[in-house]
């Protein structure tokens, strides 16, 4: 083969790659369900039945799994991606909501809302191996890019801790606003919602400094581009998505979603915004570049997905 045609193989298998529609893990509460949706066919590929009252999603990619946690009967599901059908039921006990992810991908963490601690799961094993005590109503949380920190919001004490991933030590804990729920990072820029504030938290997880920017009614989700230019709050009381202006500091539109939206997630490679809508049982697909609404997928009933819940091969 000559380098004319290797190069034209190379495009070929670029473009293919590019055109590999991004798919949705999307959880719902009411139906107890998970449903599968190719975003670009704009329809539900399969519906999935989990444990009772699914939220929280986290997606590794290392594994081909995805981990549902499950409110009201204290499991973690673990979906093989591959086959989109559960393999395995985790009981952790206590009341799992939030989960995520560690930088390397392999470890869940899963955060145990009444109970105040943290579940580590080893994803090579899906077993439970270690728990932490963490502050009051653990909620959102994530990991850094670079593998050093773990960040949980504590609801229930207005708080944000910061854990080492190597040893699960505690590093910092930083006040934030009025109930602190879905949490982001990007480069050095931890973003916190505070859900009776109406407010995002911007947090320097160098210099460990903070600042507030009002957006709107009860925040739930928060997500931002790569370069940090803006950051794009779910607002549940309001039906909208906050765009906040990181250099100005702050709000400088509102786009219209679906009711009571709650996780949101960013897929940067197909310039789109998702969020889940809890009252009108679906998503809405909004251009990340145009900043503007463009169509809903109905999926099952009172939609969560708390979490990172898109696919992105």
């Known amino acids: 083969m000559n380098f004319k045609n290797l190069i034209s193989l190379a495009l070929c ?11 949705a893990y999307i959880t719902n509460q009411g139906s107890d369900t998970v449903s599968v949706v190719n975003i670009k066919e704009k329809k539900i590929i399969q519906e999935i039945p989990v444990g009772k009252g699914p939220v929280g999603v986290a997606i590794s990619l290392k594994q081909s799994y995805a981990f549902i946690t499950n409110t009201h009967d204290a499991s973690v599901n673990v979906l093989d991606l591959q086959h989109n059908r559960i393999i395995k039921t985790i009981q952790t006990g206590g009341t799992p909501v939030g989960i995520t992810k560690s930088t390397n991908e392999d470890l869940i963490y899963v955060s145990d809302w009444f109970n105040s601690e943290v579940f580590i799961i080893e994803t090579k094993s899906l ?10 109503s653990p909620s959102g949380m994530i990991c850094d890019t670079e ?26 804990k930083i006040k934030v606003g009025n ?5 982001f990072v990007s480069k050095n820029l931890l973003f916190v919602v505070n859900v009776l504030d109406d407010s995002l938290s911007v947090v320097n997880i160098q210099s460990f400094t903070s600042e507030t920017i009002k957006v709107g009614d009860h925040p739930y989700g928060v997500v931002s581009d790569i370069k940090n230019q803006f950051a794009f709050v779910t607002n549940t009381q309001d039906d909208n998505i906050s765009v906040v202006d990181l250099k100005m500091k702050k709000e400088i539109k509102k786009i219209k979603v679906g009711g009571n939206p709650e996780g949101i997630d960013i897929d940067e490679r197909d310039n789109i915004l998702i969020t889940s809508n ?3 049982d679906s998503i809405s697909i909004i251009d990340l570049a145009k900043q503007e609404y463009l169509y809903e997928i109905k999926t099952g009933k009172q939609s969560r997905s708390f979490g990172q819940f898109i696919k992105i091969d």
């Open 179 to 183: 109930h602190p729920y879905g949490l």
């Open 147 to 172: 593998g050093k920190y773990l960040f949980i919001s504590n609801r229930d004490e207005n708080t944000v801790e910061i854990y080492g991933q190597s040893d699960l030590a505690l590093v910092k």
């Open 127 to 136: 077993t439970v191996i270690k728990k932490i005590v963490v502050g009051k």
């Open 278 to 280: 809890w009252r009108s």
């Open 13 to 23: 298998l670029l473009l293919c790659a590019c055109s590999t529609s991004p798919i």
